[in-house]
């Protein structure tokens, strides 16, 4: 029997899925799982698919399976898992074998797996994978690091499983070590922030203006077929029109309002930290799911605090507002890609990825959770102008802005009026003010720095007094 062409190890949802995906595209694929079990049921289910899958209970039988040098995907839960599967798998393998990591890994895992195999002759690939189960099977996006020439040995196999964007597949090589992983903790980190600002604008429909779930539904339907196309958008609009089978009432109001995170997001927030790049919008929707969870502790502060103020909106023309929340939604948007753009930008310049922006756009335009008309525009911004400082100063996104930026606004004010928490709007918001903003504030906080803690300053006319005259008695304006 010939050799398979690609393993992979973990038949749970997303691996299950990427190796039916793999097989349909006529490569012939060996899988395993640590619970036999598992593969076996598998296999049974594979129907059609059966004659290109070689199902293998241990280890060696896998790897003999595998046609060298032997690409072996390991899609299993991430974090100490991995590093005890590649522990398992290391005695079996070859010179110039590859072990591809396609879970949500830290990338700086990824970067020490990488080291740590420096000197073995086997190499090793960090692969984001984005588009969940239905992606998987389909065609996902996929963020490929690692050396180039790993990459090379499964270029052909990935771009056959991979979603297609007019014809273009949603996937490459984007750097060396931990660059794919990197790429994939920011999609993430992004896919909070629109998530969170759909939910801020369905709290304002809800608790604002008193719309049923089902009419908040048709909005994002409307909204789908304009400028905010989208898949989460598209989501959204079904979700708020399912009903509960247990009650018939819409589910998503049986739903308890507490996000679980799995660290994508948080890490996105970190490493934006420690590059000193502002990622507000992103920070803000972190905030949100923490708070989210702390139900009770909600509760309890509802009970002694009350809520704020005016409980609903007090909207003129509804028609207008709802059109507002639309741009608001884009303005938005707009801010949080901006930073997660941004926190990229630095991130190569820090590890040397030399990460490609307009590719990054193009293998999200379809096949992940973020996928959008909107990248499409990205894509076509970046690629015009590739050493833009910000993605809101390139032509057409400045235009934008500008457009969708008084919507913003506008909703933010009411929201706050209303009491309405709209923590990740409010973010996008205060950083277009202060990144636009020539002038800012920071004087008074050189000046407080130097004051108490002699820490200088740089003056505005570069004269080469940087210490202020504290406890000298120069009055100003005396
Ligand atoms: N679900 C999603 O939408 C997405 C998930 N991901 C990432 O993909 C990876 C897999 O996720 P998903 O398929 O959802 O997870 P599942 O929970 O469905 O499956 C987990 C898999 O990991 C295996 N596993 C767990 N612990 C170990 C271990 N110590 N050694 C070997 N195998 C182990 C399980 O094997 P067993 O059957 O023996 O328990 C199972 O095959 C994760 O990193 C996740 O973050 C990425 C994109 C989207
Ligand atoms: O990677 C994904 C989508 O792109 C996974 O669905 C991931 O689990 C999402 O993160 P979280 O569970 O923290 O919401």
């Given at each position: 029997m010939a050799q398979a062409e690609i393993g992979l190890i973990g038949l749970g949802v997303m691996g299950s899925n990427l190796a039916l995906n793999i097989a349909e595209k006529g490569n012939k694929i060996a899988v395993f799982n640590r619970t036999a079990e598992r593969t076996r049921e598998f296999y049974e289910e594979a129907g059609s698919l059966k004659d290109q899958i070689v199902p293998c209970e241990t280890i060696e039988e896998f790897v003999a399976?595998?046609?060298?040098p032997r690409p072996i995907i390991i899609m299993i839960k991430a974090g100490d898992p991995v590093d005890q599967q590649m522990e398992l798998l290391k005695p079996f393998l070859e010179k110039n074998d590859i072990m591809i990591d396609a879970g949500n890994a830290n990338f700086r895992d990824t970067m020490r797996r990488f080291d740590a195999l420096k000197d073995s002759g086997l190499t090793f690939i960090g692969m984001g994978v984005s588009g969940g189960e239905e992606g998987a099977r389909h065609g996902p996006s996929i963020m490929v690091g690692g050396k180039e020439d790993s990459w090379k040995r499964v270029e052909k196999v990935l771009t056959s499983i991979a979603a297609k964007y007019n014809d273009e597949p949603c996937v490459a090589w984007l750097g060396e070590n931990g660059a794919g992983h990197f790429v994939k903790t920011i999609h993430n980190g992004i896919e909070y922030a629109d998530m969170q600002m759909i939910a801020e604008i369905y709290g304002i429909l809800r608790d604002g203006l008193n719309m049923s779930a089902t009419e908040i539904g048709k909005v994002f339907d409307t909204w789908n077929k304009g400028r905010l196309n989208s898949y989460l958008i598209e989501i959204s609009g079904t979700v708020l029109e399912t009903a509960d089978p247990l009650t018939g009432k819409p589910i998503v109001d049986m739903i308890l309002d507490k996000a679980g995170q799995k660290g994508t997001g948080k890490w996105s927030v970190i490493e934006a930290q420690n590059m000193g790049v502002p990622a507000t919008a992103i920070e803000a929707a972190v905030a949100a799911r923490s708070l989210s969870s702390m139900k009770d502790e909600r509760e309890a502060a509802e009970k002694t605090?009350?809520?704020?103020?005016?409980?609903?909106l007090s909207v003129s023309d509804r028609d207008a507002f709802i059109k507002d929340l639309e741009s608001a939604l884009l303005a938005g948007k707009i801010g949080a890609y901006a930073q997660g753009f941004a926190v990229m930008s630095a991130a190569s310049k820090e590890f040397g990825w030399n990460l490609p922006m307009p590719t990054i756009a193009k293998i999200w335009?379809?096949?992940?959770?973020?996928?959008?008309?909107f990248l499409d525009e990205i894509t076509s911004a970046f690629t015009a102008?590739?050493?833009?400082?910000?993605?809101?100063?390139t032509p057409a996104f400045s235009t934008m802005v500008k457009e969708t930026d008084g919507a913003l606004r506008r909703v933010v004010s009411a929201a706050v009026l209303a009491g309405l928490p709209v923590p990740a709007l409010a973010s996008a918001l205060g950083y277009f003010d202060s990144y636009r903003?020539?002038?800012?504030?920071a004087n008074m906080i050189q000046a407080q720095r130097d004051f108490f803690g002699a820490h200088g300053f740089d003056r505005i006319d570069g004269a080469d007094n940087h210490h202020g005259p504290w406890g000298s008695g120069l009055v100003a304006g005396a």
């Open positions: 399976a595998i046609r060298p605090l009350g809520l704020p103020g005016l409980s609903a335009r379809a096949g992940c959770i973020i996928r959008s008309q102008a590739p050493d833009a400082a910000n993605l809101i100063v903003r020539g002038r800012g504030t």
